[in-house]
């Protein structure tokens, strides 16, 4: 699933290509994807200029005098920027044709994407109530101490609320307690300020690696197959269950937690 690093490396990748570009035509061969797409794609957004690419969490907004073509990747959707005379395939869904003679297109297999409007001065209910962005002036240890009073769930729970901040998930979310040193099961509310201080550290220290690991790869968006990879091979604790801690040689653990597993280090957490 594309997580916000890829997001944000789709949006720095397709940036040069799409600001200042008018779109010509739109191209559906589907009527919906997660949910219908947005009548205003087809009404309003031909014939306007693509003013810029936006990251909101998880969401890409094309800003357009007329509003906002909002997107969203889902589990398995990729966006390219390529010649509209390859041909599509079974998974290609949408695409934007633009005044440079090229086309924007949306591949998506598992259709769990979107593509929906926000009108000027409004905003999308999807994105109505969102923390700050983790990256953003506005998220830091304090931000977390505060939201943190009172809460009882695992830090890792709390930590990955949309509410309280977005676009860290599970991968981010297990890498950065264990660079802070906090155990996943811990009672937020019961964390020292210092401590958050070190996750808020922490969290920007992974998502900002991983957007500049993605940025590595930012030419294949112009190719027909372009995905950004994940970091496997820098992860600590995601996915390494029974390997040793590359801090202190402990077996890495996994635990449940809701629906998801969470890998740490008995050791190094606390
Ligand atoms: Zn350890």
Redesign the pocket.
């Known amino acids: 699933m594309p997580e916000l690093p890829e997001v944000e490396t789709t949006r720095r990748g397709l940036a040069p290509h799409l600001e200042g570009r008018r779109i010509e035509t739109v191209r559906l061969r589907r009527p919906d994807l997660r949910w219908p797409i947005a009548p205003e794609i087809t009404t309003l957004l031909p014939g306007q200029r693509i003013q810029s690419i936006e990251r909101r969490a998880k969401y890409l907004l094309l800003h357009t005098a007329a509003g906002r073509a909002l997107i969203h990747l889902g589990m398995s959707g990729a966006l390219r920027v390529l010649d509209p005379r390859v041909p599509a395939g079974a998974h290609d869904h949408y695409e934007l044709l633009l005044d440079s003679g090229r086309a924007l297109r949306y591949t998506d297999p598992r259709r769990f994407g979107c593509l929906l409007w926000q009108a000027p001065g409004t905003l999308h209910p999807l994105l109505a109530g969102l923390g700050p962005e983790p990256l953003g002036p506005d998220f830091d240890g304090d931000h977390l101490w505060r939201r943190a009073r009172g809460r009882q769930a695992p830090v890792k729970v709390f930590l990955m609320d949309q509410t309280v901040v977005v676009g860290v998930g599970n991968i981010y979310a297990a890498e950065a307690l264990?660079a802070a040193g906090i155990h996943p099961l811990r009672a937020a509310g019961r964390i020292a300020r210092e401590r958050y201080a070190a996750l808020a550290a922490a969290v920007r220290a992974v998502l900002g690696h991983a957007i500049r690991r993605g940025g590595t790869t930012l030419r294949d968006f112009i190719s027909p197959d372009g995905l950004p990879g994940y970091f496997e091979q820098e992860l600590n604790v995601y996915g390494r269950v029974g390997q040793p801690?590359?801090?202190?040689?402990?077996p890495?653990r996994l635990l449940r937690l809701g629906q998801r597993s969470s890998c740490y280090?008995?050791?190094?957490?606390r």
Do not use: L, S, T, V
């Open positions: 264990f801690c590359r801090r202190c040689g402990a890495i280090c008995p050791h190094c957490q």
